[in-house]
């Protein structure tokens, strides 16, 4: 099955920018629709973005809508988040996620998940 690994995390001071990246191992990586997820201290995991096979589909959550965005290279194995005028409240472990079948809003039924990688922004 898919392996994955972020990267591109950091320290980041409230209104700057960061790219997250997440490269998967294998073959399949363009069977799967991915993910980036985040988990803030004492919170749950909540969904942030998607995007499907093609990349020509994209899903954010409303607290990252019009700040982020979503993309992959899939001849690079890699998908990407782009986030800009960043707020102490992104801070989080953000997680990249592989479904095979669909877009997931939730973490149940994920196929393969990354370790997470942190992201703080400084006020």
């Known amino acids: 099955q898919v392996q994955l690994v972020e990267s591109g995390g950091g320290l980041v001071q409230a209104g700057g920018s960061l790219r997250l990246s997440c490269v998967a191992s294998?073959?399949?990586?363009?069977?799967?629709?991915m993910h980036w997820f985040r988990q803030a201290p004492g919170k749950e995991r909540d969904f942030v973005a998607a995007?499907?096979?093609?990349?020509?589909?994209?899903y954010y959550s409303d607290s990252v809508k019009g700040r982020s965005t979503i993309s992959r290279d899939n001849d690079k194995n890699t998908v990407y988040l782009q986030m800009n005028s960043l707020k102490p409240e992104d801070t989080a472990v953000y997680y990249c996620?592989?479904?095979?079948?669909?877009?997931?809003?939730?973490?149940?039924?994920?196929?393969?998940w990354g370790k997470g990688i942190l992201v703080t922004v400084s006020s």
């Open positions: 995007i499907s096979r093609g990349g020509g589909g994209t």
């Open positions: 996620g592989a479904n095979g079948r669909g877009i997931a809003r939730t973490t149940t039924g994920m196929d393969a």
């Open positions: 294998g073959r399949t990586f363009s069977s799967y629709y």
